[in-house]
């Protein structure tokens, strides 16, 4: 199956941090990001669409601002990162310009690819860029980010901006060359080649950050990239900077994902990946069955219970009486709208509150189970 690897056209990249900085962490590396700008600019010559997404700004920023390690309170995080981001994409464009290619800096936040009018102004934005030849460096909007930047978005985000451009291979580059059956530093580790079914990868296998500390992501990370990426039908390579040039060439190299063949749509994608939940609705056992068995819409009969701060279009988890979430759903009606409705008909509503009462709670469309 690699040939799919050698003939993919759209082709977004990934780069963690501690591959851009080396064991050290300490600063960017020059030499490495030369080394990706290298195989990009090889895939561009074959007249292949590259985009990059790449960490690496806080690490950018932490020796023009004296710090040893990656800091640990988000204030100076995004500090670190308002200094590195310019640093980081000086350092691609000076490194692209050795090829004649133009660079652009991308900065997105999950909102932007998860609320409907934000991604497809980038999704816009991205087509418009590639149609120019141009190469996306995407980043996270760390400096004005929140809680985010402590979790590896940047890996999320990768493979959501696979599926807004749709592209034919998400490739995520680490500083391990490979998925392994247990932590590579084991005598007895072996490499994983080949993933066909995502939820069989065994706990034991997924560690930590990378080993210069500079990152936020880690093996779990990845994984969970791949499994987005792979459930919209886009096949997943992780590798290594030092083998992707050979991995991209078709070549044995790394974990090869392999992509669902039922592919969900853009709105659930989203839903089931990125969006993030501002209330609960608590359901009954039989509305937990109809939902899950049979793909109903949520009536407001069998909720008997909401939580949280929400407006009607916001994403709400639907949990079921033993406190586990089974869905997700775009909420029809305000929190302070649902107390009244819970455990009634629709036709009761209606007949007391108005006909705008007799609807779901949530409408099938607009659910995903989890």
Do not use: C
């Amino acid at each position: 199956m690699r040939d799919r690897v050698s003939a993919a056209h759209r082709i977004v990249i990934k780069i963690g941090s501690s591959s851009l900085t080396g064991k050290s962490g300490g600063q960017l590396d020059p030499t490495a990001v030369d080394a990706l700008v290298d195989v990009v600019a090889g895939l561009k010559k074959f007249g292949k669409e590259v985009l990059v997404v790449s960490s690496g700004a806080i690490a950018a920023g932490l020796a023009p601002l004296g710090l040893a390690t990656r800091p640990k309170d988000l204030a100076t995080q995004q500090a670190a990162a308002s200094v590195g981001q310019g640093l980081l994409i000086h350092r691609y464009t000076e490194s692209f310009s050795r090829y004649s290619i133009t660079a652009s800096q991308v900065l997105l936040t999950i909102e932007d690819v998860v609320r409907r009018s934000h991604y497809q102004n980038a999704q816009r934005t991205l087509f418009k860029l590639i149609a120019l030849g141009v190469v996306p460096v995407i980043n996270e909007n760390d400096s004005v980010g929140t809680q985010e930047i402590r979790f590896g978005d940047n890996d999320r985000i990768a493979a959501l901006v696979s599926h807004l451009v749709g592209a034919d291979l998400l490739v995520l580059v680490t500083d391990v060359d490979a998925l392994y059956d247990a932590p590579p530093s084991s005598a007895n580790a072996k490499k994983i080649s080949e993933v066909h079914v995502i939820d069989e990868i065994s706990q034991a296998v997924i560690g930590g950050v990378g080993s210069a500390g500079v990152g936020s992501g880690g093996m779990v990370t990845k994984v969970d990239a791949a499994r987005i990426a792979t459930g919209a039908g886009i096949p997943t390579l992780l590798t290594s900077l030092a083998e992707v040039g050979a991995a991209l060439s078709g070549e044995i190299f790394g974990t090869f994902f392999h992509s669902s063949t039922s592919k969900k749509s853009s709105r659930l994608l989203w839903l089931a990946h990125a969006a993030t939940p501002h209330g609960k609705l608590i359901l009954d056992a039989g509305a937990v069955t109809a939902i899950k068995e049979r793909g109903v819409s949520l009536l407001p009969a069998g909720v008997t219970a909401v939580e949280g701060e929400f407006i009607s279009g916001d994403t709400v988890e639907l949990v079921g009486p033993d406190g586990v979430a089974i869905a997700r759903g775009l909420v029809a009606f305000d929190a302070s709208e649902v107390p009244q409705m819970l455990g009634r008909s629709t036709k009761d509503l209606a007949k007391e509150l108005g006909a705008e009462y007799e609807r779901e709670l949530v409408h099938r469309d607009d659910l995903v189970l989890l």
